[in-house]
């Protein structure tokens, strides 16, 4: 049985690498809530990946900031994410897993 709803939202892990000195990396992330985007937007994912972000990140859990306090989400706060690249990079690899179901053949 499928439920056809007006809006599907789901949490999912974002992943990525942070770049550090002497050509080190250190792994990190956060769960991200997003809602499903319609898949006119989606197949400019790669042309726009910000904004399509902008649109499908509802949300998420265990982003902290310097003082490990956790950071609330709002607009302003997606928008500073975003401005990262590897952190855009790792929302929309994670979006794109979950919509497609490669995420779930990784595991």
């Given at each position: 049985m499928f439920?056809?709803?007006k809006e599907h939202r789901f949490s999912w892990p974002v992943?990525?690498?942070v770049?550090?000195?002497h050509g080190?990396?250190?792994a990190q992330g956060f769960t991200a809530r997003f809602r499903v985007l319609?898949?006119?937007?989606v197949e400019d994912i790669s042309r726009r990946p910000a904004e399509l972000m902008a649109e499908a990140v509802v949300g998420w859990e265990g982003v902290l900031d310097e003082a490990a306090n956790p950071v609330p989400f709002s607009a302003?706060?997606?928008s500073d994410l975003l401005d990262i690249p590897f952190i855009l990079v790792g929302l929309a690899q994670a979006?794109?897993?979950a919509v497609s179901g490669a995420g779930a053949r990784k595991n």
């Open positions: 439920v056809l709803m992943s990525f690498d770049p550090m000195e080190a990396r250190v319609p898949q006119s937007l302003a706060t997606l979006y794109a897993d």
